[in-house]
């Protein structure tokens, strides 16, 4: 059965009538159709553009289809509606187009270097192995390879690169060879600006920008998903780090201190942000809401640039049309205007996910 909606459409900022035949959008009038929002505010369905459904709490991999499920309705049931799930050690491309559940854009497992990153997350691998692994990653994801930029290096006592620039350059360049986009975690100075000069598309979390690089990064487009809630994780880090390698928790702590002042320098810059929460691992899902608010209440975005950032400029980004002619029937709906006070997010009144109503549940 076809949907009509009616509410003030963002960003248009004007009161309208659309309509949801299956999974599509018309502005053409549906006669018969059943309304399902008579009021509010109604964006394109939420975004986490950087998020894990296939690590559990903890850290630990999934192990079943089922387990993946949960963590994508938690983030569903917030109102994300679009999910780009930034490395999997768990294969799962049969939920790309499960009905009840969100839009899934994939890398493959992270490729990183060996022993230096989170215990069975990613692919290790040595320099010589790299370009080889990330076109095999590209072929398991839809659309994205995860690199593993940087780590703590136990023999130098601080964060250093995967490998070296060539390598990493080249790992790039391998996945656009492969016909998708890398992205690349970053915490340090070094390893961002050897990724950002390599042309990578997306730069996750991203503490170690620099203002000559910010603004290389505007010029190439290149984006900036800094993941703030995770960041904000920085201490407990540090701490349990100090006793042997207390340059490397400095390290974290100055990261940790100056970022919002980073992130407010790359949206001042042009630089395409995206909302991001890191949820798998030490994050829980269904945060997008509190990221969205530390990009504003931190970083000082606008209300309505961190909702462009985490609806419509971010389903643009990962291809998953907003509401226009023809667009994907994913919407959140807010009883007050959440670019007048963006806590209203935290508690979208419906959701309607591939032109079904899946908040309030169905009877």
């Known amino acids: 059965m076809a949907l009509h909606v009616r509410g003030v459409l963002l960003p248009d900022d004007e009161v309208r009538d659309i309509w949801l035949v299956g999974d599509r959008v018309t502005f053409e009038p549906v006669p018969g159709a059943e309304t399902v929002v008579d009021g509010g505010f109604v964006l394109p369905g939420l975004t986490d553009a950087h998020c894990h459904i296939g690590i559990a709490r903890g850290g630990a991999p999934i192990t079943t289809l089922d387990q993946a499920r949960e963590l994508a309705r938690t983030d569903r049931d917030a109102g994300v509606l679009a999910i780009r799930d930034a490395g999997s050690p768990y294969p799962y491309p049969e939920l790309d187009d499960e009905p009840d559940l969100p839009r899934l854009a ?18 290790e691998v ?6 080889a692994t ?9 659309g994205w390879v995860k690199l593993v930029g940087d780590w703590i290096d136990r023999g130098v006592g601080d964060l250093a690169p995967a490998w070296d620039a060539d390598t990493l350059t080249a790992a790039v360049a391998a996945a656009h060879a492969a016909g998708v986009r890398a992205a ?9 600006e ?6 990578v598309d997306s730069v996750e979390h991203g503490t170690g920008l620099s203002l000559d690089l910010i603004d290389l990064m505007a010029r190439q487009g290149t984006a900036l998903v800094p993941t703030m ?20 928790a400095d390290h974290m702590i100055a990261l940790r201190d100056r970022f919002p002042e980073v992130v407010r320098a790359a949206h001042e810059a042009g630089v395409p942000i995206y909302v991001g929460t890191d949820a798998g691992g030490g994050i829980d899902h269904g945060l997008a809401a509190e990221e969205m608010l530390l990009l504003h209440e931190q970083a000082g975005m606008s209300a309505e640039d961190v909702l462009a950032a985490a609806s419509w400029r ?8 907003g509401l226009v002619e023809g667009g994907l029937a994913d919407l959140t709906v807010y009883p007050e205007d959440p670019r007048r006070d963006l806590r ?7 959701i309607v996910l591939r032109g079904r109503v899946v908040l309030p549940s169905p009877r």
Do not use: C
């Open 184 to 192: 690349v975690h970053t915490f340090s100075e070094s390893a961002v």
């Open 229 to 248: 809630i995770n960041i904000r994780t920085f201490g407990h880090i540090a701490d349990q780090a100090r006793a042997k390698f207390p340059e490397y």
């Open 314 to 321: 971010a389903r643009e980004w990962l291809g998953f049309p």
């Open 126 to 131: 040595g320099a010589a192995e790299v370009a």
């Open 106 to 123: 994939r890398a493959g497992r992270h490729v990183a270097p060996p022993k230096r990153y989170l215990r069975d997350i990613g692919v």
């Open 194 to 199: 050897i990724m950002v000069r390599a042309g």
């Open 134 to 142: 990330v076109a095999a990653q590209a072929a398991a994801g839809n």
């Open 344 to 350: 209203v997010v935290r508690a979208p009144s419906r």
